[in-house]
């Protein structure tokens, strides 16, 4: 484990870096909708957050691993972050957001993945204990899901920007805290011997693993996009709306706090198709009832296994499928593939379906690529047969 001031340091970027995403995503979409956009641009516009995660990533990731100059990056990605989020304040037209959203979201996706093989490389062997670092960035989503959920129901929508730019201006402050040295997580090793990042990646099995979180996060597109739209359509209010996000969120820091015991206990694969199975369950809960407040808290609660367990597998099998010198290349594939292309074609697709069908049909594309992703996974996902490559 890092000694505890290096473990406050880290854990506090994951909690104002989350405590932003708690901030945006569940009532950006309500602040889009203030300039009476319709559905299908609402979609792209959220679409767009997702959409610079394909190229941004592994362009950074690329520029890390060649120069070891991780944190600097990570700081420089922060910082650019504010400045390009600075143009929202003059923009009213969908096409003026969406290149603000565009420009910030470009630097701001750049940033995650690098901080996580700081993360992981300050860990060392012990990095079944990363759950317990990454908790805090649940805890900071929680405090502002809340929070912004009670104060948009006493202010308008309309300011909702200046509380982000706050929590931006936090996440640029908590990257100078960071020193170089070996928390930068350099990964400049000599590359004698070792496999080349295309030959690691174009293996059968790491294939189908991108696959599924490219399905995986496609799924859960809707569900960024249109939630918090679909729980106001029916009656919450936005505290209310806030509550439910918040539910959803303390029950995934409950699975990273356990997730190294679940790991050992029941293994990858196990965690793995369990997770999918439901997010099926949680998607056809969400487009069949979503007036029902017991199957929505219940529902939410499914985020444990749909986003949780998920992501910290993922994780591990990043780590476990690349070589050293290639974990930031990999994470920002992860990043790329399923955040990025995933969550936007998932926000997208939504956009185009939602007021045309409604949730029902909306959620079943949810579904349905949930249980896509299973079969793959019963078929492809056996990681004790893919050794670590260092």
Known sequence: MPNLDNYIRLSGFYFFYFALLGALVPYWSLYLKSFQFDAQTIGSLMALLQLSRIVAPNLWGWLADRTGRRVEIVRFGALMTCVMFLGIFWQETALGIGLVMLGFSFFWNAVLPQFEVITLNQLGEDKARYSRIRLWGSIGFIVTVVGIGAILDMISIRWLPWLLLLLMLLIWLNTLLIPGGRLSGSTMVSSAGSKSFMQLLCRPQVIAFFVICFLVQFGHGAYYTFYSVLMV?????????????????????????????????WGIRKIILASLLLCIVRWILIGVIPDNLGAMLFAQLLHAATFGSLHAVGISLVHHYFSERTHGQAQALYSSVGFGLGGALGAFISGLVWDKYGSLITFSFSAFASFVAIVLALIWIYPEKVQQNN
């Open 233 to 265: 359509d029916v009656g919450f209010s936005r505290a209310e709306v806030g509550m439910l996000w918040a539910i959803g969120v303390i029950a995934e820091v409950v699975v990273f706090i356990y997730m190294h015991l679940m790991l050992q206990h």
